[in-house]
């Protein structure tokens, strides 16, 4: 199954947890897997539009892909969000 | 392999001397290096703005060096603000030049006799002196560098304070220009009012001409510049070092969803004005008005720093961040960028911190005497605090200064010092950090944005946070290039040509917090010190207004007790601030 890597600052819904593991083939799909069991994730990656946050970025093994890409066993779907102090 | 010097400026008797620097520190700089000068020559309990008191200036160890965005210099002292050990950290041009020169840090002393008197030090390839300025008082900043630019050669940058300093408001910073060709006053030390320690020894600027002197190398310089190219083309291949290409204003979406967007006097988590105040508004103004990103300091990679111009097309600000767009934006109720650029501008000029000036904005504003969201009325403030009166006086003295004169109770700091926009509610691994840093109320010191973070990994993180940043802002790194102590390690090895260890740069890191640490200890501070206000603690914010700051006591206790045994995160810890 592929893995999603939840960034620090969106690990308050997923109550700490770092990877999770989800049944899902596209990076879409994983989000929903993820916001299913955790609600409260997925706003953070998608706006209302259904499009990412202009501040979040997504990667597929450390390339970035849209959210309709699509992800096999073992993939590791990185979402990262734009986050420093100033 | 390098001829490094300190400089001692003895501002009773108006000396400036150069003396060797001490083999055994030179894998100290900035923030390590001035707590160590503190801890060895300044008494503790001396008055902050009595002679006794010292500042120092103290580039990083890789400042002046072509080592990616590492050219920061810290300030330190003891704080008017919070009684305790400070160091505040800017970007811009003197901490390259100073150590282009090979001066390791500039170490005032004393007070002259006339404190209406004024002073500069002269920093230049071969002289070191200090020469009257009274042509200068008076003069905010940006004027100050315009004048100083037809004095002095181009070569030139700029340490200086604005009429805060000069008044010894415990709200002051202390600008460095940065790199434009401006040479603008825009990078500012701005935290514990340093700015007032600098204006108590009657200092209004440091000149530093390091003329046409190249970059710092190693006598083998090969290795060096190998090790430079690779980590800086690394950097910039990385995918995700364009998500902070448009600065840290950008933040504003994410820190209001994450209710860390404090809003009037930090009633709430979240503000309305959002849309008004995100950076993409900033960022759309470039289009049609000019302005832009660029590096505040030179040979930054980064380039987090914008230039705001304003409706015709003219400088306004620079730069304008996400701290400064809450504490004087949201927290105050004021609901437009444009008016929060015109007050960032103010304060840069008038040499104030945005953080501390915001906060004591909106307790004055929460007291019922200014509505929430009069951004004249706050301009009106920072023009009142230029002139010294009675108001602009208590309000560039900080948050509990003002809420002493108001009889206000929602004064939300830690250690005196006004809390930054990151709220220990949502984030209370960083609050953790607030009460148990030597900082005090300063996200600069180990900021942790996991509001999922299980309460017993708080101490912890937030000590290895304060560990990397303690040696991160001793490097001369910028914390927006977010080294980890690993790669600050191998940049040593390179310069020094000798095998540096990560353990040694985390010792460093250690034995920084536990110099400041002692010299707050000296200075009286105790464990009833390492708390948040009840403003923090009993009133919430967030959903149902939950959100409250509600970390034991022990878990504060043990972030600073004793070094908690390396694990392989605190290698993988990126600083952050
Ligand atoms: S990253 Fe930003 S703040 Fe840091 S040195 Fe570069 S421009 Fe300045």
């Known amino acids: ?86 | 392999m390098f001829d490094d010097r300190l400089i001692r400026v003895d501002m009773t008797n108006l000396t400036a001397t150069a003396e060797p620097y001490p083999e055994a520190w030179k894998l100290l700089g900035g923030r390590a290096l001035s707590a160590r000068i503190l801890l060895e020559e300044c008494d503790p309990q001396c008055d902050p703005l009595g002679p006794d008191n010292i500042l120092v200036m103290a580039p990083g160890v890789m400042s002046g060096t072509a080592a990616p965005t590492s050219g920061r210099i810290s300030i330190g002292g003891k704080s008017p603000l919070t009684g305790g050990i400070k160091e505040a950290n800017a970007g811009g041009n003197p901490g390259q030049d100073l150590m282009k020169l090979g001066y390791r840090a500039v170490v005032v002393k004393g007070q002259p006799a006339d404190a209406n008197k004024r002073y500069a030090l002269e920093v230049r390839k071969d002289s070191l002196e200090v020469v009257e300025a009274d042509d200068t008082k008076g003069m905010w900043n940006y004027a100050l560098i315009e004048h100083l630019a037809t004095k002095y050669a181009e070569t030139a940058s700029f340490i200086s304070i604005g009429p805060a300093g000069e008044m010894k408001l415990s709200g002051a910073s202390v600008a460095c220009t940065d790199a434009d060709q401006a040479r603008r006053p825009a990078r500012h030390a701005a935290r514990g009012g340093l700015g007032a320690v600098m204006g108590s020894k009657g200092l209004k600027f440091v000149m530093i001409d390091p003329e046409k002197t190249p970059v710092r190398r190693p006598d083998d310089a090969k290795p060096f510049f190998a090790h430079t190219k690779a980590y800086t083309k690394g950097f910039q291949d990385s995918p995700k070092a364009n998500m902070f290409k448009f600065g840290t204003s950008s933040i504003v979406p994410v820190a209001n969803m994450l209710n860390t967007f404090p809003y009037k006097n930090r009633t709430e988590g979240q503000s309305p004005d959002v849309a008004t105040l995100e950076g993409a508004r900033i960022v759309e103004s470039f289009e049609t008005r000019g302005g832009g990103m660029h590096n505040c300091m030179t040979g930054c990679v980064v380039q987090c720093s914008n230039i705001v111009h304003d409706a015709d097309g003219n400088y306004k600000t620079s730069a304008l961040e996400f701290e400064t767009l809450t504490l004087l934006g949201a927290n105050c109720g004021i609901a437009s960028w444009e008016d929060v650029a015109d007050l960032d501008r103010l304060c840069d000029e008038i040499g104030l911190d945005t953080i501390e000036t915001g906060a004591a904005i909106a307790i004055f504003m929460d007291s019922g005497e200014m509505e929430f969201g009069d951004a004249e009325g706050a301009k009106r403030i920072l023009h009142e605090i230029a002139e010294g009166t009675e108001l602009g006086k208590a309000i560039g003295n900080g948050a509990v200064s003002i809420g002493k004169r108001q009889k206000h109770a929602r004064v939300p700091v830690a250690k005196g010092q006004a809390l930054p926009a990151w709220d220990p509610r949502p984030l209370k691994a960083t609050g953790v950090t607030y009460c148990s840093s030597p900082m005090g109320g300063d996200h600069t010191a180990g900021l942790i944005v996991n509001p999922g973070m299980p309460p017993e990994q708080f101490a912890q993180a937030s000590q290895e946070s304060q560990l990397i940043n303690a040696a991160c802002d001793s490097s001369g790194f910028c914390q927006f290039l977010q080294p980890t102590m690993p790669e600050i390690a191998e940049f040593y090895s390179v310069l020094y040509g000798e095998a540096v260890t990560r353990e040694q740069v985390a010792d460093i890191g250690w034995q920084c917090l536990l110099d400041e640490w002692k010299f707050n200890e000296g200075a009286g501070f105790t464990a009833a010190d390492d708390v948040l206000p009840a403003c923090i603690t009993d009133e919430g914010i967030g959903p149902d207004h939950s959100l409250k700051f509600d970390v034991a006591a022990d878990i504060v206790a043990q972030a600073k007790a004793e070094r908690f045994p390396e694990r392989e995160e605190l290698w993988t810890t990126k600083a952050t601030g």
């Open chain 1, 1 to 86: 199954m592929p893995i999603v890597l939840i960034p620090p600052p969106y690990r308050g819904p997923t109550g700490g947890q770092e990877r999770i593991e989800v049944a899902a083939n596209t990076v879409r799909a994983c989000i929903e897997a993820v916001e299913a069991a955790h609600p409260g994730f997925l706003p953070q990656v998608f706006a209302a539009d259904g499009e990412p946050h202009k501040f979040v970025k997504l990667f597929v093994n450390g390339d970035q892909s849209p959210p309709e890409a699509e992800v096999a066993e073992g993939d590791e779907v990185e979402v990262l969000a734009a986050i420093a102090g100033g």
